[in-house]
Nanobody, 115 residues
Framework: QVQLVESGGGLAQAGGSLRLSCTASRNIFRFNSMGWYRQAPGKQRELVATITSGGGINYAESVKVRFTISTDNAKNTVHLQMNSLKPEDTAVYYC?????????WGQGTQVTVSI
């Protein structure tokens, strides 16, 4: 089993920044991949950014250049630095991990971007 605990969500103005963090209950270097998804009201959950154990990174087109995913293996944490935020980034952000080909999710953290 893997527990994922997110932090760092909140309210930001358009053009501002937020940093999300997700701490795992196991050593993340053993994970197949980790990342972030988001779900806005009335919409399906969508990929934001993922990073594999080999260092491969994938971003949604809508967040490329603005968001950066990174890991801190010593702290078993994955971060999502979000810059130049837009109102359309408003959503619940979920941490995700694939460990031994099982998928795990955090409880979600709300990000709200005001005009």
């Amino acid at each position: 089993q893997v527990q994922l605990v997110e932090s760092g969500g909140g309210l930001a103005q358009a053009g501002g920044s937020l940093r999300l963090s997700c701490t795992a209950s196991r050593n993340i270097f053993r994970f197949n991949s980790m990342g972030w998804y988001r779900q806005a009201p009335g919409k399906q959950r969508e990929l934001v950014a993922t990073i594999t154990s080999g260092g491969g990174i994938n971003y949604a087109e809508s967040v490329k250049v603005r968001f950066t995913i990174s890991t801190d293996n010593a702290k078993n944490t994955v971060h999502l630095q979000m810059n130049s935020l837009k109102p359309e980034d408003t959503a619940v952000y979920y941490c995700y991990a694939r460990y031994f080909w099982n998928d795990y999710w955090g409880q979600g953290t709300q990000v709200t971007v005001s005009i």
